[in-house]
């Protein structure tokens, strides 16, 4: 199946909030309340940061937060620091009996 | 701590064979599913086989589908993956990544090794 669609890079200062999407279809973010998101720093492993849409592992800031309306998901990082620039990358659940897990092709944010 | 370290990674011909091996510690690995990532340097991350707690249930994407085989032994902590018949497109970094339930079917990946480098060329 296809890749889910983010934006290739978002930017934001530090202290500001920023926005960014991941839009699937009907048989993936909008058929599902299973959207994942994760943090990528340059040579490192991904990092879970929210789990079926909302929610938070302990240990992540709740300076970030999913949300999702239709067949588009969204992560919206609060107060932004130097640290949050990595890659961010989102998956969902989908339709397909085996191969339950589609990706995202991933966003770079750029802390200003 | 949680802990995932995998190994088995290395240079392959095409057409040939390689076996990922994935040790865990630091939680009860037999409550967990698990799950192959791949990533090609660069690149996008891509789901590539997953397995329930108890191995009773495994899927694969359609990329790697007849090809690889994923198991698991609980009283060694360990995950594996058998890869057959690897082709260039195989070329990528492989995290072995802990399930956040028993289910792989839920697909959330909760915590990640390092990687394992896997590259196919003649």
């Known amino acids: 199946q296809s890749a889910l669609t983010q934006p290739a890079s978002v930017s934001g200062s530090p202290g500001q909030s920023i926005t960014m999407s991941c839009t699937g279809s009907?048989?993936?973010?909008?058929?599902?309340?299973?959207v994942s998101w994760y943090q990528q720093h340059p040579g490192k492993a991904p990092k879970l940061m929210i789990y079926?849409?909302?929610n938070r592992p302990s240990g992540v800031s709740d300076r970030f937060s999913g949300s999702k309306s239709g067949n588009t998901a969204s992560l919206t990082i609060s107060g932004l620091q130097a640290e949050d620039e990595a890659d961010y990358y989102c998956?969902?659940?989908?339709?397909?009996?085996?191969?339950?897990?589609?990706f995202g092709g991933g966003t770079k944010l750029t802390v200003l | 701590e949680v802990q995932l370290v995998e190994s088995g990674g290395g240079l392959a011909q095409p057409g040939r064979s390689l076996r990922l091996t994935c040790v865990a510690s630091?939680?009860?690995?037999?409550?967990?599913?698990m799950h192959w990532v791949r990533q090609v340097p660069g690149k996008g991350l891509e789901w590539v086989s997953g397995?329930?707690?108890?191995?009773?249930?495994?899927g694969y994407a359609d990329s790697v589908e007849g090809r690889f085989t994923i198991s698991r032994d609980n009283a060694k902590n360990s995950l594996y993956l058998q890869m057959n018949s690897l082709g260039p497109e195989d070329t990528a970094l492989y995290y072995c990544?802990?399930?956040?339930?028993?289910?792989?079917?839920?697909?959330?990946?909760?915590?990640w090794g390092q990687g394992s480098l896997v590259t196919v060329s003649s």
């Open positions: 990544a802990k399930g956040y339930s028993g289910r792989y079917e839920t697909a959330i990946f909760h915590y």
């Open positions: 630091g939680f009860t690995f037999d409550d967990s599913a």
């Open positions: 397995i329930s707690w108890n191995g009773n249930n495994i």
């Open positions: 009907s048989s993936d973010v909008g058929g599902y309340n299973y």
């Open positions: 079926d849409v909302t």
């Open positions: 998956s969902s659940l989908t339709a397909s009996r085996t191969s339950p897990a589609v």
